[in-house]
């Protein structure tokens, strides 16, 4: 029993911390993937009165992906039976001339507003039309999301952190008698505290499995499954052989960080 709580102890703060880590990386790839599907479909009309060309706009937009002309006769075709022949074809002169344009990214509020005020600013363009309802609620969402993890997981890695310190001290303090006995011994210090690695590295790699295998299995449920398979992004979001390799190494350099900074405020060392 005594053997399960010790490793307990630095098993349950080391998965709160690879947890949230985790869970702002599923975020982050999900808010990635939805951009990525949000900016295929995303395009900014602009009316002009001199014709653009992509040299002119990708000089002055960052993001500028493509440019192309939409034809008015779409819409003049369907006020032919409404108005005249007269007022069609001074309807037809007095007509800017329309672009569509595409970016490489889905931009934010703030890079929308740069965007609008850059094109208006080219001589000629009379109205930019951003679509800016676009930005769908679920990508709202993924940001606030996004922000609520990577926060609350922040103060969660750091009070992790300092207990694992804790516990590292508690397991020095059980060994301090082999310890010191090796150091009349003359046993060089990572000898004295190799226990203390050898108990980190196997939490460490416990805590990986018991992350990767609870992420895998929450994925999978049902209302889970079915709210990413609605986003089309079920199968970029998780990636068990690579995320656990990142967990595993994440958790052996906070243990063995751990660990060094026990044995540095030791008097002894």
């Known amino acids: 029993m005594n053997f399960i709580k010790r490793h307990l102890s630095l098993i349950y703060p080391l998965v709160m911390l690879l947890f949230s880590f985790e869970s702002a990386v599923l975020v982050q790839r999900a808010v990635e993937e939805h951009e990525k599907k949000l900016s295929q479909d995303y395009s900014i009309v602009i009316a002009s009165k001199q014709e653009l060309n992509a040299q002119l706009l990708s000089s002055k937009i960052r993001y500028f992906k493509?440019?192309?002309?939409?034809?008015?006769?779409?819409?003049?075709?369907?006020?032919?039976?409404?108005?005249?022949?007269?007022?069609?074809?001074?309807?037809?002169?007095?007509?800017?001339?329309?672009?569509?344009?595409?970016?490489?990214?889905?931009?934010?509020?703030?890079?929308?507003?740069?965007?609008?005020?850059?094109?208006?600013?080219?001589?000629?363009v009379e109205k930019v039309e951003l679509f800016a309802k676009?930005?769908?609620?679920?990508?709202?969402?993924?940001?606030?999301?996004?922000?609520?993890?990577?926060?609350?997981?922040?103060?969660?890695?750091?009070?992790?952190?300092?207990?694992?310190?804790?516990?590292?001290?508690?397991?020095h303090l059980q060994h301090?008698?082999?310890?010191?006995?090796?150091?009349?011994?003359?046993?060089?210090?990572?000898?004295?505290?190799?226990?203390?690695?050898?108990?980190?590295?196997?939490?460490?790699?416990?805590?990986?499995?018991?992350?990767?295998?609870?992420?895998?299995?929450?994925?999978?449920?049902?209302?889970?499954?079915?709210?990413?398979?609605?986003?089309?992004?079920?199968n970029v979001v998780f990636s068990p052989v690579g995320d656990f390799i990142s967990l595993l190494v994440i958790s052996v350099c906070i243990s063995i960080l751990s660990a060094l900074v026990v044995i540095i405020r030791q008097k002894d060392y």
Do not use: C
Request: hydrophobic fraction near 50%; glycine fraction near 4%.
């Open 176 to 234: 301090s008698k082999r310890m010191e006995i090796m150091s009349y011994l003359g046993a060089p210090s990572w000898m004295k505290n190799k226990i203390l690695f050898k108990l980190a590295l196997i939490d460490s790699a416990v805590s990986s499995l018991l992350v990767i295998g609870g992420v895998f299995y929450i994925l999978n449920r049902d209302e889970f499954a079915s709210v990413l398979e609605s986003l089309e992004i079920s």
């Open 66 to 124: 493509e440019i192309k002309p939409i034809d008015p006769q779409i819409v003049l075709k369907s006020l032919e039976h409404t108005i005249s022949a007269e007022n069609l074809a001074f309807l037809k002169s007095e007509l800017p001339l329309f672009y569509s344009m595409t970016l490489d990214i889905f931009p934010n509020q703030s890079q929308l507003k740069n965007i609008s005020n850059t094109l208006l600013s080219i001589q000629g």
């Open 134 to 171: 676009t930005h769908s609620k679920v990508y709202r969402l993924l940001l606030l999301l996004k922000k609520s993890i990577v926060f609350f997981g922040t103060l969660l890695g750091i009070l992790s952190i300092l207990l694992m310190v804790k516990q590292v001290e508690i397991w």
